[in-house]
Every structure is written in structure tokens, then in C-alpha cells.
């Protein structure tokens, strides 16, 4: 038998016991789902084969300590797909090997949700470029040994898809693909337990679709409509969509929306069992047709829900999920100067077994969500609406000593949950510091966005730089100008790539070149010590001082101490580490009973014990 044959054999069994668990005994429509695997694995190139054969070769090439991922819009970045072909030489050297482009498949304008209302699942938007263009970025990515993640918008489809189409002129079967109703009787039903994504934007969870006259549901916006993962036509033609897109050269696949694909009546329709079949299947394919690529989940919630996306060791969902618990506490962070939080939000993740990658960032294209863990804060007189009021404020600048600039998205007054949007180096205050002019503001915003990417890199998993990012991007106000963006304020920190800044990313004294020149020196320290892999035995260090925090790591013999100051003031701590060291970026002797750090400062010391 052959390497398809071999594989589907193996997994045979598992396949059809999860397929019939959720669709009953349906052959027809498992067969049809065997067929899409075939097809799937006949149309992968060659090419694309020996990768899948490099990537099996060593199971661990993502969790090591060599990846550095970008997270891009093409038309911010460059343009067009071509355009960001023609700028990979400035993503090799900044050390990216891990290119997340942002949504861009078609998508109509002015109801797309920036990408993520899909129309067509194997077309590229044409002012971008087209399919042809993403296999030819992605051949000369794969030339670098550079993966790229594309997000695959697997809960909806626009209300411009062909299936939507079909299903406003009355088709039955394109209606039985979304949950349409003939009236709100039921939808009022769900709406008692569901919650609102957006509850100022777009509230509630159902719309009504009057070509149809039928109710459809929307959870998102309602130009969304949320697929039927009920019906088995459904998962094989999504499942198909995503190995066209796979054979187009995608190695790693974001599932956008992860926990809310299966609707059940009666409960909130986040994170039921029928998620996981579902998504245990999808892997199950991909290893079948693809088995270098890898499965991104997007789950953004709490650890104790997030991790269950992980699956059991025997039988593993997503390879990857993303931090976000930790990128949202380390802005708290920021705002209140005290380590605590972050420590004990640390101290689980740092619990979880080894095999466990995330994705570590300090912004992406979204918004910051205040999802801290309230009960911990509570004991020093916290509440959960007026401490995001407070970070809201603090990074609105409306606190007094705060240079942080950003904007708030989705505010809800009544609930006081809104969000916050911005980029990294603007609620760092820097924005606020040159406009001002002031060297000195300038000097600490800057050493605060060098102290975060310091602290970003240390943690175990892949770290992800927003496009930007890496030259200090400061926020762009020119969207409140733009009659398709002036609602969404996270188009605050979707700017254009500030190719002038990036120019100066040489020069020294610049604030570009002081951010660039940081970061590349981190990265240098990462890739050559073991420390850094996301093997490693990681533990929270107790400094006694809560604004300075404590990371210790240990692999193959290599110990590594780090140490951040989260306050704009110099601190002293005592460590209890008595051996001698080695300062990572001095290579200077060092013995760490007492450690002083400059505002904002961090150190990375280590220790070979072969």
C-alpha cells in the first residue's frame, strides 16, 4: 500500500467511529468524505509531499527554540501577495520563519469583518492577487524554511457565499446548511442562553433574512451566517475547502472561531463535546492528506477552557493555541505595576505538560479583552467592572502619569466591558512621548516595549510579533476617516507598514533602531541556547518584590534566571541564587543574591552546568 493507503488505514477505525458518533450511521456521506480525502491527497504536489515528509521527520520542529512568528495583513504590509514576495528578504532578516497572513480569501466589502466573512473558501480577494499567488508565495516561503498560517473561518460563511445565495432564493438543501427558522419562536429560545459577541455592534444572535422570510442565525454579524456543523454536507465540504487551501502551500491552519461550531439548543453553544469531534476530525484529515501542517486553534478564553482544545495525548486535536490569558494579565500588568497576577496566571501555564505549544504575543489584530482571572484579584479589593474601567482609562491615558494611547472597542457602559485597542508602542507611550517631544518619556516608553519582547521571547511555545511591532508602529487614526472603518476602532492598530520607519531600523539612535536592535539581540540569545525550548522546566522565582518579576528555566543542563521590572522606578531584589552566572548579553560574570534593575529593566542570566 501506499503512503495515503497506509495512512487512512491506520486511522480508519477512530474516523468512522467519531463520523457516526455525530451523524449516525450515514455511509453515503463518509463515503463522500473518503473521496474528498483521496481527491485531496492525488491533487498535493510533489513538492508539497516532500515537505510533509521534512516536517514528520522530527515531530518537535515546531517546538523548539528557532521559530519567530509575523502576524500581516498583505495590503497593510505590502500590497498584494506579490508585493509581500518581494518584501521577503526583510522578513528573513528580521528572523521570521513563521508568516501568519491575515484573512484574505473573498470576502465583500464593506461586510467582511476584515477577511472574515468568506465568500468564496478557494479564491483570493482580487485586489490582493489570486490562489496562484498564495501557492508562489508560499513556494519561495517554503525555499526559507518559512511556514505560513492562513486562518481558515470554519463557524460562517459570508451572506454572499454561493450556498447563502442558493438558500435566500429558497433552495432547501443550501437552507439546511445555516439554521434558518420560519419564525423567532426558537431563536428566542437560544437567545436565553446564548451570549452576545457584540452586544453594542451587533446584538443578538439571529437575523432576519427577508429574501428567505426565514430567521437566520448570526452570531457574529449578521452578514456571518453561522454553518450547520449538524449536517454532514457541511464538515465534508468544509473539510475539503481546507485541504484546497493546504495543497495551495498553507502549513499551518488558524480555526477561527473554534468553540462555537456546534449549535445545540439549551445551552450557551461554546465549547460542546461535538466541538472536539469535529475538530479531532480535521486533524485526523490533515495527517491523512497533509501531515505537515499543523492546526492553530483560535480559542480565546480562560486556561481551563482553553486547554482542553490541546486533546488527549492519544488522541490530539489542535497542535497549537494561543496565549492569551498571559498577553491580556501582562497588560494588567503594565497598568498597575504589580506582578502578581502575572505570576499566578504564569504559574498554570508553566504547570501544563511540555508537549503543550502556544503562541505568545504582546498585540495582535484584535482587540485586548480584560479576561483576568477576578477572583484571584479580589483579595486585594479588585472588582471586575472597575478594574477594566481602569485599564480602559489607564491605557486611554485618562490616569494620571499613564502615556499609554489607545481607543476602546465595543464599549458597553452597562456591563462596563469594553475593550481596548492600540498598538504596542502607543500604550507604551511612546506615540504620546514624541508627539510631546519629550526625550525623556521617549527614552522609558522605549525601554518599557524593549522590557515586554524581552519577556515575550523567554516564555516556552512560538512568539508572534504583530508587523510593526518590530519597529516600534505607533497607532493610525486615518481609519475614523474611512467610511468602511470608522466603527471599528481596531483598525487603530491595523495601519499601514511604516516602510520609512523600518529604513531606519540601522541607525542606532532612532527609535526603530533601538526597538529592532533589541528584539534581534533577544532573538540571537533565543536560538542558541537551549534554555529556550519549549521543553524546558519553567517556575515562577520569588523576588519578595511585586513589581519585579521572576522566570527560571532549565533544559539539557542549561539553567537560565530572568528578571523584569514592571515599574517606571529602579528596584532591588534579593534572589536566594547563589551560583555564579553568566550575563546573557555581557557574557560578564555575575552572582545573583542581589540584583539591581533599572526602570523598566530586565536581565537574562544563564548557567552551563556540562
Avoid at 101 to 116: N, Q, T, W
Avoid at 485 to 506: I, Q, V
Amino acid at each position: 500500500m501506499g503512503d495515503f493507503e497506509n495512512s487512512l488505514s491506520e486511522r480508519m477505525d477512530e474516523l468512522r467511529w467519531l463520523y457516526f458518533e455525530l451523524y449516525g450511521e450515514n455511509y453515503p456521506a463518509f463515503e463522500y468524505l473518503l473521496t474528498v480525502l483521496k481527491d485531496s491527497y492525488k491533487k498535493r504536489s510533489a513538492s508539497l509531499k516532500r515537505w510533509d515528509k521534512k516536517r514528520t521527520a522530527d515531530e518537535r520542529w515546531y517546538k523548539d527554540n528557532q521559530r519567530l512568528g509575523m502576524l500581516m495583513y498583505v495590503d497593510c504590509f505590502a500590497g498584494t501577495l506579490n508585493g509581500v514576495k518581494e518584501k521577503l528578504p526583510y522578513i528573513h532578516e528580521t528572523g521570521v520563519n513563521y508568516l501568519h497572513l491575515m484573512p484574505l480569501l473573498k470576502s465583500p466589502e464593506g461586510r467582511s469583518d476584515g477577511g472574515y466573512a468568506v465568500s468564496d473558501f478557494r479564491n483570493v480577494e482580487p485586489k490582493l492577487g489570486d490562489i496562484k499567488d498564495l501557492s508562489l508565495l508560499a513556494e519561495e516561503c517554503h525555499k526559507d524554511n518559512i511556514s505560513i498560517c492562513l486562518d481558515f473561518v470554519m463557524n460562517h460563511t459570508s451572506e454572499d457565499h454561493e450556498w447563502a445565495i442558493k438558500a435566500k432564493q429558497g433552495d432547501p438543501v443550501a437552507q439546511s446548511r445555516y439554521f434558518f427558522f420560519d419564525d423567532w419562536s426558537i431563536p428566542n429560545e437560544y437567545e436565553k442562553y446564548v451570549p452576545q459577541v457584540f452586544p453594542q455592534t451587533a446584538p443578538g444572535n439571529f437575523t432576519w433574512c427577508d429574501e428567505a422570510k426565514k430567521v437566520v442565525m448570526t452570531t457574529f454579524y449578521p452578514y456571518q451566517w453561522d454553518l450547520n456543523y449538524g449536517n454532514p454536507t457541511v464538515f465534508n465540504d468544509m473539510t475539503a475547502n481546507m485541504l484546497y487551501l493546504c495543497n495551495c502551500g498553507v502549513d499551518i491552519v488558524r480555526l477561527d472561531a473554534t468553540p462555537y461550531i456546534w449549535k445545540t439548543l439549551g445551552t450557551t453553544c461554546r465549547n460542546l463535546p461535538q466541538v472536539h469531534s469535529l475538530v479531532r476530525m480535521m486533524r485526523i484529515a490533515a495527517e491523512i492528506v497533509c501531515p505537515g501542517t499543523l492546526l492553530l486553534g483560535e480559542v480565546v478564553m480562560e486556561p481551563k477552557e482553553v486547554v482542553p482544545y490541546f486533546g488527549p495525548v492519544e488522541k490530539p486535536e489542535c497542535h497549537m493555541l494561543y496565549n492569551v490569558t498571559t498577553m491580556a494579565s501582562t497588560w494588567h500588568t503594565v497598568a498597575t505595576q504589580d506582578v502578581r497576577l502575572l505570576e499566578h496566571q504564569l504559574g498554570s501555564v508553566f504547570a501544563l505538560p511540555k508537549d503543550y505549544v502556544f503562541l505568545n504575543y504582546l498585540r495582535c489584530h484584535d482587540d485586548i479583552g480584560w479576561g483576568l482571572d477576578y477572583n484571584f484579584l479580589k483579595q486585594f479589593g479588585l472588582n471586575e467592572v472597575g478594574h477594566k474601567k481602569y485599564l480602559n482609562d489607564y491605557f486611554r491615558g485618562y490616569i494620571y502619569g499613564s502615556e499609554a494611547r489607545g481607543e476602546l472597542y465595543n464599549d458597553d457602559p452597562r456591563l462596563g466591558d469594553a475593550r481596548l485597542c492600540g498598538t504596542t508602542a502607543s500604550l507604551c507611550g511612546i506615540e504620546a512621548a514624541e508627539y510631546e517631544k519629550d526625550e525623556e518619556k521617549l527614552a522609558r516608553g522605549i525601554e518599557l516595549d524593549i522590557m515586554l519582547h524581552a519577556f515575550l521571547l523567554t516564555l516556552s511555545g512560538i512568539p508572534v510579533l504583530y508587523s510593526g511591532d518590530e519597529v516600534g508602529m505607533l497607532n493610525d487614526y486615518t481609519y475614523h476617516e474611512d467610511p468602511l472603518k470608522w466603527d471599528d476602532s481596531r483598525y487603530l492598530h491595523r495601519g499601514k507598514f511604516p516602510w520609512k520607519e523600518a529604513a531606519d531600523r540601522t541607525k542606532a539612535k532612532t527609535r526603530p533602531g533601538k526597538i529592532y536592535k533589541g528584539i534581534q539581540k533577544f532573538l540571537k540569545i533565543r536560538k542558541e541556547h537551549r534554555a529556550f525550548d519549549s521543553a524546558a522546566d519553567t517556575w515562577i522565582i520569588p523576588t519578595g518584590n511585586d513589581h519585579v518579576l521572576g522566570i527560571g528555566r532549565f533544559y539539557r543542563n542549561e539553567k537560565l534566571v530572568a528578571f523584569f521590572n514592571f515599574s517606571h522606578l529602579p528596584q532591588l531584589i534579593y534572589t536566594g541564587e547563589w551560583e555564579q552566572f553568566k550575563d546573557a548579553f555581557s557574557a560578564k560574570k555575575a552572582k545573583l543574591d542581589r540584583v539591581e534593575l533599572l526602570p523598566y529593566g530586565y536581565v537574562w542570566y544563564l548557567k552551563d552546568y556540562d
